[in-house]
């Protein structure tokens, strides 16, 4: 052990120990209300940059959890989502803040436990140390996401799409749980 393993476990440690806010990539951080075609140039949802900003400033590391867009014209291969992870992290870190990692399925098949809503890839990062879901919120943009996160009993955060509105009323009733609704990121991240 050279003489700044000590230095650097300390470092290690504190960021372990960040605050972390899962969030899905498409309708969060990335406007989905028209559809999205592999190569085309993503827009940043509206006040998502801001967000980003405040979230580092708080204290919190972004954990991404995301499959495809809601609102496509065809679905996302591996390379088009690791491409998208990358510039996606690039441009995270350039306003200060830090992704703790990042999860993605690109399937579309239902019965693929990482697909939305099962909760296969909550269930990874949890096992991987990356986050206590019981202890943070997840923020997503459709029902898939709220229902994945209540199966890893972390608080659920809707974005509503200026497009699509999910009836979480109707959700609400029949899973006996509180969705808390917000018309961007940047809404949200101000309440916290």
């Known amino acids: ?23 899905s990539l498409f309708g969060v951080i990335f406007d989905n209300s028209k559809p999205f075609t592999p190569g085309d140039q993503l827009q940043i949802a509206d006040g998502a940059e801001a967000a980003i900003k405040l979230l580092a400033q708080k204290g919190y590391d972004l954990l991404i959890i995301s499959g495809q867009p809601t609102s496509r014209t065809r679905n996302l291969e591996v390379q088009d989502f690791e ?8 441009g995270i870190e350039r306003l ?7 999860y993605y399925a690109p399937g579309i098949d ?24 019981s202890e943070t919120v997840f923020v997503g943009a459709d029902a898939t996401d709220v229902k994945a996160a209540t199966k890893v009993k972390a608080t659920p955060v809707l974005i509503k799409s200026k497009n699509n509105e999910v009836k979480t009323k109707a959700f609400e009733l029949t899973h ?15 309440t916290i």
């Open 1 to 23: 052990m050279g003489r700044y393993a000590n230095y650097m476990k300390d470092i290690w440690d504190m960021q372990a120990n960040r605050k972390v806010v899962g969030v």
């Open 83 to 90: 491409n998208i992870l990358a510039a996606t992290r690039e």
């Open 96 to 102: 200060g803040a830090r992704i703790k990692n990042a």
């Open 110 to 133: 239902k019965n693929d436990p990482y697909v939305k809503p099962n909760a296969g890839m909550f269930e990874r990062a949890q096992n991987e140390k990356m986050v206590k879901w």
């Open 176 to 190: 006996q749980i509180k969705v808390q609704e917000f018309s961007s990121l940047l809404d949200f991240v101000n």
